[in-house]
C-alpha cells in the first residue's frame, strides 16, 4: 500500500512526487515510456523561471533526479485501469496491481495526427512528430513544418538552423504560438511561410518525396520536401480512465485549479485536465497542488 500513487512521469507527476515526499508520504509513479513528458522535446526552455537557457531533456532529467533522490519510487510500466474501492485505489498494468490511498493522473498528452494516407507507414521515413528527435538526419535538406501553436513555431525555429529550408504550414493566417517566437522566424531567410493551407497528401516511394498543400481557395501546391514534421497539437492520455473519471468533450479530466476530480482521492495534474495555459510552469504548478491536497486527503481518512 502506497500513500500516493502518480501515474505519469512527466514534469506534473515529478513534481507531484516531489511533493509528496517532502510530506512524507509513500509515493509510486508509474510511467509508461519515458520521464520527462512532452517537454523533453523542447531544445531550449526559455520561459521557466531561473531555467533560462536549459534543453526540456536535461529540465526533466534534474526534475526525475530530485524525486528520486526524495525517495519517490519510479516504476516504468503502463497503468492500463484504475479501480476505486473508497479508502483504497487501485492501479493495474501489465504485470501488477498496486493500492494506494490516493491517485494522482498526470498522464498528460499524445501527438494529434492529420489523418492522412501513409502517415504511419512513413514515421521514420521522412514522417517525424518530433523536430529535437528527428531534425538532425534533415541536415542541409528541405523540410516543412505543419501546425500554428509553439511547438510548430519552435519546431520551424530549431530545423532552420540544421535544414537547408523549412516550409511553415498553417490553415490560418495567423499564429496560435508567441507573437516573439514568430519575429524570430520571420527573420530567418530560410524558412517560407503558406497560410491558410493544409497538408492533404503525403507522396512518397520508399520515402516521403514530397507533399500536396491546398489552400482555402483549393488550389493544390506540390512541394518536393525531405522531411514533414507534424506539429498540430496533442491529445490528451485519459482513455484508460474514462470509465470511472469525468472527461470533457476533448477527453481531458474535468477539474479546476484544486486539481480534484469527480472521485475523492483520485486527483490529476498537468496537460491532461482542462485548463486555460498549458505550459512547464502550469504543469509542475499543478503537481504541487494535486500533492498538497492528496495530503490534504489522506490525512482526513486517519
Ligand atoms: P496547440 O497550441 O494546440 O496548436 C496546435 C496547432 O495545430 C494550431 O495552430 C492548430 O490550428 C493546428 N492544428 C490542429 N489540428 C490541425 C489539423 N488537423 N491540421 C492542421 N493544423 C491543425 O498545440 P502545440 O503547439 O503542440 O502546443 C500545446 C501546448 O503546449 C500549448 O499550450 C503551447 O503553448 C504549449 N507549448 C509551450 C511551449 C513553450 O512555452 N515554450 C512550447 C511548446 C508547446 P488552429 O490554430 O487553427 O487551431
Known amino acids: 500500500m502506497f500513500d500516493i500513487i502518480i501515474i505519469g512521469a512527466g514534469p506534473a507527476g515529478l513534481t507531484a512526487a516531489i511533493y509528496a515526499r517532502r510530506a512524507a508520504k509513500s509515493v509510486l509513479v508509474l510511467e509508461a515510456t519515458a520521464y520527462g513528458g512532452q517537454i523533453i522535446n ?12 536549459i534543453s526540456g531533456f536535461d529540465f526533466a532529467t534534474k526534475v526525475y533526479e530530485q524525486a528520486k533522490a526524495l525517495g519517490a519510487e519510479i516504476v516504468f510500466e503502463k497503468a492500463v ?99 516573439g517566437t514568430v519575429a524570430r522566424l520571420k527573420e530567418k531567410p530560410n524558412i517560407h511561410f503558406m497560410y491558410n493551407s493544409n497538408v492533404t497528401k503525403l507522396l512518397a516511394e520508399k520515402r516521403l518525396t514530397a507533399i500536396e498543400v491546398t489552400d482555402r481557395n483549393g488550389a493544390v501546391t506540390e512541394l518536393a520536401v525531405d522531411g514533414l514534421f507534424i506539429a498540430v497539437g496533442r491529445i490528451p ?39 486555460e495555459v498549458r505550459q512547464l510552469v502550469t504543469a509542475t504548478a499543478d503537481g504541487a497542488v494535486a500533492a498538497t491536497e492528496a495530503v490534504k486527503y489522506i490525512a482526513a481518512l486517519s
Not at 523542447?42 to 537557457?53: C, K, L
Not at 499524445?110 to 523536430?131: F, H, I, P, T
Not at 486539481?259 to 490529476?268: D, E, M, V
Open 42 to 53: 523542447t531544445p531550449d526552455i526559455e520561459n521557466y523561471p531561473v531555467a533560462a537557457h
Open 81 to 179: 485501469e484504475i479501480e476505486d474501492h473508497g479508502t483504497e485505489k487501485a492501479v493495474i498494468t501489465a504485470k501488477n496491481r498496486y493500492i494506494g490511498k490516493a491517485l494522482i493522473l498526470a498522464t498528460g498528452s499524445e501527438n494529434r495526427k492529420l489523418g492522412l494516407e501513409k502517415e504511419d507507414s512513413l514515421v521514420g521515413r521522412g514522417v517525424s512528430y518530433c523536430a529535437t528527435c528527428d531534425g538532425a538526419f534533415y541536415r542541409g535538406k528541405k523540410v516543412a513544418v505543419v501546425g500554428g501553436g509553439n511547438t510548430a513555431l519552435e519546431d520551424a525555429l530549431y530545423l532552420a538552423d540544421l535544414a537547408e529550408s523549412v516550409t511553415l504550414i498553417h490553415r490560418r493566417d495567423s499564429f496560435r504560438g508567441e507573437e
Open 237 to 275: 492520455e485519459n482513455q484508460n480512465f474514462a470509465a470511472l473519471i469525468r472527461l470533457d468533450e476533448a477527453g481531458y479530466i474535468q477539474a479546476g485549479e484544486n486539481c480534484h476530480t469527480n472521485l475523492p482521492g483520485i486527483f490529476t495534474a498537468g496537460d491532461n485536465r482542462t485548463k
